[in-house]
Nanobody, 120 residues
Framework: QVRLVESGGGLVQAGGSLRLSCAASGIIFGANVVGWHRQAPGKQRELVAVITSGGSTNYVDSVKGRFTISRDVSKNMVYLQMNSLKPEDTAVYYC??????????????WGQGTQVTVSA
């Protein structure tokens, strides 16, 4: 059974930092593209950052220079370091990956989300 569990969210003042963690079981993160998404109240979910199996990263423009996605293959974890946080970063943050199984095909996996709230 595949499970993704996010942690590390919380309340922080503008300009502060948080590090989100995503722990995977039942799947090897190092073999897949992993993304961090966020969804603010009343808004669509958006992709914030991705890391490929080769370690390449990409970010939405609004977080470039402030957020860093990284991976620890030995721990099967993916992280999102968030610095210089702004009130507009307030959202529920989700970890996501896809895996193609021989029989079941490609399945999209999501964690339960972790709330990040940035006060002005």
């Amino acid at each position: 059974q595949v499970r993704l569990v996010e942690s590390g969210g919380g309340l922080v003042q503008a300009g502060g930092s948080l590090r989100l963690s995503c722990a995977a079981s039942g799947i090897i993160f190092g073999a897949n593209v992993v993304g961090w998404h966020r969804q603010a109240p009343g808004k669509q979910r958006e992709l914030v950052a991705v890391i490929t199996s080769g370690g390449s990263t990409n970010y939405v423009d609004s977080v470039k220079g402030r957020f860093t996605i990284s991976r620890d293959v030995s721990k099967n974890m993916v992280y999102l370091q968030m610095n210089s946080l702004k009130p507009e970063d307030t959202a529920v943050y989700y970890c996501n990956t896809k895996f193609t199984w021989a029989t079941a095909g490609t399945i999209d996996y999501w964690g339960q989300g972790t709330q990040v709230t940035v006060s002005a």
